[in-house]
């Protein structure tokens, strides 16, 4: 089946540094990939997506693109803030699943001053 | 911009009782929402789909009899956690895609929920 598999956390990071999440993928069709971030104590918010190969998702400075070749849709950002601090989530969602998406198991961040 | 929100954020119960969440699309119609159930410092496991004017779909191992799932109007899901018990408290939260903007995925704000 259908599955998203994530580099493990915990990550910590000096402020500025250059961060990358890894994210692979396991499915099917041709999915949606998606990176959340869930801040402590909060719900789920969308960071970035892409929709097919070779798109490339960016938001607030983090970028990742879709690797259909590699199954891989990892997370960059060049230079991280103290307010990056948060659980990363990789998902997929298949074409005509109407929404439901899939996890992987999350990658928390943490960075320092 | 589209907002799915949830009720209640925090809610401690008595073992034994039953308690309802409620999940809203505020300015779009959502046939279809979805309820995720995640544990402390893990991931979100998909539980169930719910399906407006329907019977909801359960993911395997989900009780359906015991995760009730209401999908009464084009706006509103409910999720009921009958006969609660401590192994229930988790982070509860649900999502809605709203197909007229390219099927874009909004989450509510999830709701904790705690088993005393």
């Known amino acids: 089946g259908n599955s998203v598999t994530q580099m493990e956390g915990p990550v910590t990071l000096s402020e500025e540094a250059f961060l990358t999440i890894n994210c692979t993928y396991t499915?099917?069709?041709?999915?949606?990939l998606f990176w959340y971030v869930q801040y402590p104590g909060e719900g789920l918010q969308l960071l970035l997506k892409?929709?097919?190969?070779?798109d490339k998702g960016s938001n607030k400075g983090f970028e990742a693109t879709y690797r259909k070749e590699t199954t891989s849709f990892h997370l960059e950002k060049g230079s991280v803030q103290v307010s990056d601090s948060a659980v990363y989530f990789c998902?997929?969602?298949?074409?005509?699943?109407?929404?439901?998406?899939?996890f992987g198991q999350g990658t928390e961040l943490s960075v320092k001053p | 911009g589209a907002v799915v929100s949830q009720h209640p954020s925090r809610v401690i119960c008595k073992s034994g009782t039953s308690v309802k969440i409620e999940c809203r699309s505020l300015?779009?119609?959502?046939?279809?929402m979805f309820w995720y159930r995640q544990f402390p410092k893990q991931s979100l496991m998909l539980m169930a789909t719910?399906?407006?004017?329907?019977?909801?779909?359960?993911e395997q191992g989900v009780e359906k009899d015991k995760f009730l799932i209401n999908h009464a109007s084009l706006t509103l899901s409910t999720l009921t956690v009958t006969s609660a018990h401590p192994e229930d408290s988790s982070f509860y939260i649900c999502?809605?895609?709203?197909?007229?903007?390219?099927?874009?995925?909004?989450f509510g704000e999830g709701s904790w929920l705690t088993v005393v």
């Open positions: 998902a997929l969602s298949e074409e005509n699943q109407g929404g439901k998406l899939i």
């Open positions: 999502s809605a895609p709203e197909y007229s903007s390219g099927n874009t995925i909004y």
């Open positions: 499915a099917t069709g041709y999915p949606s």
């Open positions: 300015d779009f119609q959502a046939t279809t």
């Open positions: 719910s399906n407006e004017g329907s019977k909801a779909t359960y």
């Open positions: 892409a929709t097919k190969a070779d």
